[in-house]
Protein backbone atom coordinates (compact mmCIF):
# COMPACT_ATOMS: atom_id res chain seq x y z
CA UNK A 1 0.00 0.00 0.00
CA UNK A 2 1.56 3.48 -1.13
CA UNK A 3 0.31 6.48 0.30
CA UNK A 4 1.01 9.52 -1.07
CA UNK A 5 1.09 13.06 0.63
CA UNK A 6 0.48 16.20 -1.39
CA UNK A 7 2.12 19.80 -0.36
CA UNK A 8 2.21 23.00 -1.52
CA UNK A 9 -0.97 24.66 -2.49
CA UNK A 10 -1.99 28.14 -1.34
CA UNK A 11 -4.05 31.24 -2.14
CA UNK A 12 -1.85 32.89 -5.33
CA UNK A 13 -2.72 35.94 -7.49
CA UNK A 14 -3.28 35.41 -11.11
CA UNK A 15 -0.32 35.09 -13.26
CA UNK A 16 1.60 33.60 -9.89
CA UNK A 17 3.36 30.68 -9.68
CA UNK A 18 3.19 27.58 -7.30
CA UNK A 19 5.20 24.09 -6.79
CA UNK A 20 3.16 21.14 -5.68
CA UNK A 21 4.73 18.24 -4.10
CA UNK A 22 3.58 14.84 -3.89
CA UNK A 23 5.85 12.51 -1.31
CA UNK A 24 5.53 8.74 -1.40
CA UNK A 25 5.81 6.29 1.73
CA UNK A 26 6.82 3.43 -0.47
CA UNK A 27 9.78 3.37 -2.84
CA UNK A 28 8.01 1.12 -5.18
CA UNK A 29 6.49 4.26 -6.49
CA UNK A 30 9.53 4.80 -8.41
CA UNK A 31 8.53 1.80 -10.42
CA UNK A 32 4.90 3.21 -10.91
CA UNK A 33 3.58 6.37 -13.33
CA UNK A 34 2.82 9.19 -11.41
CA UNK A 35 -0.27 12.01 -11.80
CA UNK A 36 -1.59 15.04 -11.05
CA UNK A 37 -5.23 15.39 -11.59
CA UNK A 38 -7.16 18.08 -10.04
CA UNK A 39 -11.40 18.76 -8.95
CA UNK A 40 -13.09 21.97 -9.14
CA UNK A 41 -16.27 22.49 -7.08
CA UNK A 42 -19.02 21.07 -8.95
CA UNK A 43 -17.03 19.27 -11.37
CA UNK A 44 -15.22 16.20 -11.73
CA UNK A 45 -12.14 15.22 -11.27
CA UNK A 46 -10.19 15.74 -14.48
CA UNK A 47 -6.55 14.28 -15.65
CA UNK A 48 -3.59 17.39 -15.38
CA UNK A 49 -0.42 15.70 -15.92
CA UNK A 50 1.34 12.28 -15.72
CA UNK A 51 5.12 11.03 -15.72
CA UNK A 52 6.41 7.54 -16.60
CA UNK A 53 8.92 5.71 -14.05
CA UNK A 54 11.81 7.04 -15.39
CA UNK A 55 10.31 10.84 -15.64
CA UNK A 56 10.92 10.85 -19.56
CA UNK A 57 7.94 10.93 -20.51
CA UNK A 58 5.09 13.25 -19.66
CA UNK A 59 1.59 14.01 -20.97
CA UNK A 60 -0.38 17.16 -20.12
CA UNK A 61 -4.12 18.15 -20.67
CA UNK A 62 -4.27 20.83 -23.07
CA UNK A 63 -5.29 24.14 -20.68
CA UNK A 64 -2.04 23.69 -19.00
CA UNK A 65 0.42 22.83 -21.88
CA UNK A 66 3.44 25.46 -21.88
CA UNK A 67 2.25 26.60 -18.14
CA UNK A 68 2.80 23.53 -16.12
CA UNK A 69 5.55 20.96 -15.48
CA UNK A 70 5.68 17.45 -13.90
CA UNK A 71 9.06 16.24 -12.61
CA UNK A 72 10.33 13.43 -9.76
CA UNK A 73 12.77 12.57 -8.25
CA UNK A 74 12.95 9.02 -7.66
CA UNK A 75 15.88 9.27 -4.86
CA UNK A 76 13.24 11.07 -2.60
CA UNK A 77 9.88 9.51 -4.00
CA UNK A 78 8.46 12.92 -5.11
CA UNK A 79 6.91 13.81 -8.00
CA UNK A 80 6.24 17.72 -8.76
CA UNK A 81 4.11 19.73 -10.28
CA UNK A 82 5.14 23.30 -11.06
CA UNK A 83 2.57 25.69 -11.93
CA UNK A 84 2.97 29.29 -14.01
CA UNK A 85 1.24 32.34 -14.75
CA UNK A 86 -1.66 30.45 -13.02
CA UNK A 87 -5.12 31.48 -13.66
CA UNK A 88 -8.57 31.94 -11.71
CA UNK A 89 -9.76 28.79 -13.79
CA UNK A 90 -6.86 26.40 -12.21
CA UNK A 91 -8.62 27.18 -8.66
CA UNK A 92 -9.19 23.77 -7.44
CA UNK A 93 -8.15 20.74 -5.10
CA UNK A 94 -4.91 18.98 -6.42
CA UNK A 95 -4.10 15.29 -6.48
CA UNK A 96 -1.58 13.28 -6.79
CA UNK A 97 -2.30 9.42 -7.79
CA UNK A 98 0.32 6.51 -8.67
CA UNK A 99 -0.65 4.10 -11.73
CA UNK A 100 1.21 0.83 -10.90
CA UNK A 101 0.32 -0.25 -14.91
CA UNK A 102 3.81 1.07 -15.92
CA UNK A 103 2.45 1.71 -19.51
CA UNK A 104 0.75 3.24 -21.15
CA UNK A 105 0.34 6.05 -19.39
CA UNK A 106 -2.62 6.79 -18.05
CA UNK A 107 -5.19 9.49 -18.25
CA UNK A 108 -8.15 7.96 -16.40
CA UNK A 109 -9.11 8.38 -12.98
CA UNK A 110 -10.11 4.63 -13.02
CA UNK A 111 -6.44 4.05 -14.37
CA UNK A 112 -4.80 4.65 -10.93
CA UNK A 113 -4.51 2.78 -8.01
CA UNK A 114 -3.52 5.10 -5.08
CA UNK A 115 -4.26 8.70 -4.57
CA UNK A 116 -3.50 10.96 -1.78
CA UNK A 117 -5.90 13.02 -0.22
CA UNK A 118 -5.28 16.63 -2.22
CA UNK A 119 -4.53 20.27 -1.59
CA UNK A 120 -6.55 23.29 -2.56
CA UNK A 121 -4.62 25.65 -4.79
CA UNK A 122 -6.82 28.65 -5.21
CA UNK A 123 -5.91 31.79 -7.55
CA UNK A 124 -7.69 35.04 -7.58
CA UNK A 125 -8.38 37.46 -10.10
Known amino acids: QVQLVESGGGLVQAGGSLRLSCAASERTFSLYVAGWFRQAPGKEREFVAA????????YYTDSVKGRFTISRDNAKNTVYLQMNSLKPEDTAVYYC??????????????????WGRGTQVTVSS
Open 97 to 114: AADTKTWPIGRLVDEYDY
Open 51 to 58: INKSGIIT
